[in-house]
């Protein structure tokens, strides 16, 4: 992989960089839903906004959206061409083409303010070249271990490199040794690090919001909330969903944007993101009950895990699948336990492991059978026909390929309308 941002650079030096606001999200786990949230914030106070994320299940326009929404195919087509245009001769990678096409697609529909995903690491991602207003980390984990390396401190000095000198960052909780190396970068570079949970405290149990110590007064002061009611799965979800509220009020506190509550009380209960804890129910030609998550690494799962028992639900049998380039010996572990539920002395559910056909990295299903112990079937169409039947909740977790598989034959769920949506919580 040729890691570099000389292509990138040189085609915003043709095209010149985006005058809006670009804020910048950075990590392992939850950068995906840390910045959907983000958005929705955003978008709930009055703001056009920008969102590129990855990777996509079905189509590539799920990647860019404006205030929630695909580009038109014609529109998608047309940005493409001017990117092969502008960008002719440079050798744009194919990430690096999306993320071009995603600029011009937030300046032609007038964004005031663009959320934009990394793709891999941080130092030399596409997204880098941009300019940020504010970079947001979510939790640094082992993954990509074959191009960002082998270890913790040298991933997290990677996405370190997202930070700029004089910069503005947040940070959600990270292991000791990754937040060291956060902590030296932007000491070496002049950047402000704020932890996130310095900023505020938010309790997905009950909703509220309370001042962190650092946002008590001054211009960064945080009013508490209360009633803010997240609609997604999983515990991991209060992380994301502090993280991304921090974020919102350190960049509002730096343009004077008032936090209105009602807007922030819409934006949680509105969030939605397929493929992360999401559950399904009674969909014709599915089993009764089926949870979703594209979890697929050792932190993920681990996640998985905690949020399925926090939810009390117990799965009655998993599909899994996962890519071979991904650090099996931490995660298999965690399949097992997720199969065997918080009761070890019940028998588990059973595991089938499954292919991915359309992604040649993925694990066959009698390979990845061997190493759990378990039955195998070909795809998860087949796997899921076979469990039609089962009373009880289905699993389907371990990689987003594995998802986009599922969502192939099943588009309709990618929309929030026909799913089983979030827990409505209420105040105990």
């Given at each position: 992989?040729?890691?570099?941002?000389?292509?990138?650079?040189?085609?915003?030096?043709?095209?010149?960089?985006?005058?809006?606001?670009?804020?910048?999200?950075?990590?392992?786990?939850?950068?995906?839903?840390?910045?959907?949230?983000?958005?929705?914030?955003?978008?709930?106070?009055?703001?056009?906004?920008?969102?590129?994320?990855?990777?996509?299940?079905?189509?590539?326009?799920?990647?860019?959206?404006?205030?929630?929404?695909?580009?038109?195919?014609?529109?998608?087509?047309?940005?493409?061409?001017?990117?092969?245009?502008?960008?002719?001769?440079?050798?744009?990678?194919?990430?690096?083409?999306?993320?071009?096409?995603?600029?011009?697609?937030?300046?032609?529909?007038?964004?005031?303010?663009?959320?934009?995903?990394?793709?891999?690491?941080?130092?030399?991602?596409?997204?880098?070249?941009?300019?940020?207003?504010?970079?947001?980390?979510?939790?640094?984990?082992?993954?990509?271990?074959?191009?960002?390396?082998?270890?913790?401190?040298?991933?997290?000095?990677?996405?370190?490199?997202?930070?700029?000198?004089?910069?503005?960052?947040?940070?959600?909780?990270?292991?000791?040794?990754?937040?060291?190396?956060?902590?030296?970068?932007?000491?070496?570079?002049?950047?402000?690090?704020?932890?996130?949970?310095?900023?505020?405290?938010?309790?997905?149990?009950?909703?509220?919001?309370?001042?962190g110590p650092h946002a008590q007064y001054g211009k960064r002061a945080v009013r508490p909330m209360t009633e803010l009611f997240l609609a997604l799965h999983g515990a991991h979800q209060e992380t994301n969903a502090r993280t991304a509220l921090a974020a919102f009020h350190v960049w509002a506190?730096?343009?004077?944007?008032?936090?209105?509550?009602?807007?922030?009380?819409e934006a949680l209960a509105g969030a939605f993101i397929p493929g992360r804890m999401q559950l399904v129910a009674d969909e014709p030609g599915l089993p009764r009950t089926l949870v979703l998550d594209g979890g697929h690494n050792a932190h993920g799962l681990a996640a998985l895990r905690d949020?399925?028992?926090?939810?009390?639900?117990?799965?009655?049998?998993?599909?899994?699948?996962?890519?071979?380039?991904?650090?099996?010996?931490?995660?298999?572990?965690?399949?097992?336990?997720?199969?065997?539920?918080?009761?070890?002395?019940?028998?588990?559910?059973?595991?089938?492991?499954?292919?991915?056909?359309?992604?040649?990295?993925?694990?066959?299903?009698?390979?990845?059978?061997?190493?759990?112990?378990?039955?195998?079937?070909?795809?998860?169409?087949?796997?899921?026909?076979?469990?039609?039947?089962?009373?009880?909740?289905?699993?389907?977790?371990?990689?987003?390929?594995?998802?986009?598989?599922?969502?192939?034959?099943?588009?309709?769920?990618?929309?929030?309308?026909?799913?089983?949506?979030?827990?409505?919580?209420?105040?105990?």
């Open positions: 992989m040729d890691l570099t941002l000389d292509r990138m650079a040189a085609f915003f030096k043709r095209h010149g960089q985006p005058s809006f606001p670009v804020l910048h999200v950075v990590g392992t786990n939850g950068k995906g839903s840390t910045a959907t949230i983000l958005a929705g914030l955003l978008q709930a106070h009055g703001l056009r906004v920008g969102l590129s994320v990855s990777p996509h299940f079905v189509s590539l326009r799920e990647r860019v959206l404006v205030d929630g929404c695909m580009l038109p195919e014609e529109t998608w087509a047309r940005l493409g061409a001017r990117v092969f245009q502008e960008g002719e001769g440079l050798g744009l990678t194919y990430f690096e083409v999306l993320t071009a096409l995603s600029v011009l697609a937030f300046e032609e529909t007038g964004c005031d303010v663009a959320v934009m995903e990394a793709g891999l690491g941080g130092r030399f991602d596409a997204t880098n070249v941009l300019t940020p207003a504010l970079t947001v980390f979510t939790p640094i984990g082992m993954d990509h271990m074959h191009v960002l390396g082998d270890t913790l401190t040298e991933i997290a000095a990677d996405k370190a490199g997202a930070m700029r000198p004089g910069g503005l960052a947040v940070s959600a909780p990270q292991e000791p040794e990754a937040w060291g190396v956060l902590e030296e970068r932007a000491a070496e570079i002049g950047a402000e690090l704020v932890p996130a949970e310095a900023v505020l405290y938010y309790s997905r149990d009950n909703g509220r919001v309370q001042p506190a730096s343009l004077r944007l008032p936090v209105q509550e009602d807007a922030c009380r949020s399925l028992a926090a939810e009390g639900l117990r799965p009655a049998a998993v599909i899994f699948g996962c890519l071979r380039d991904k650090p099996l010996a931490d995660m298999l572990p965690l399949v097992k336990e997720i199969a065997q539920g918080a009761e070890p002395e019940a028998s588990g559910a059973p595991i089938y492991a499954v292919g991915v056909p359309t992604c040649p990295r993925a694990l066959a299903p009698m390979e990845l059978a061997h190493m759990l112990g378990c039955g195998s079937a070909p795809d998860v169409h087949w796997g899921l026909e076979r469990l039609k039947a089962v009373q009880g909740p289905v699993l389907v977790c371990g990689s987003l390929y594995l998802l986009g598989e599922f969502y192939t034959k099943h588009p309709r769920l990618l929309d929030r309308a026909h799913c089983a949506g979030g827990l409505r919580r209420t105040q105990p």
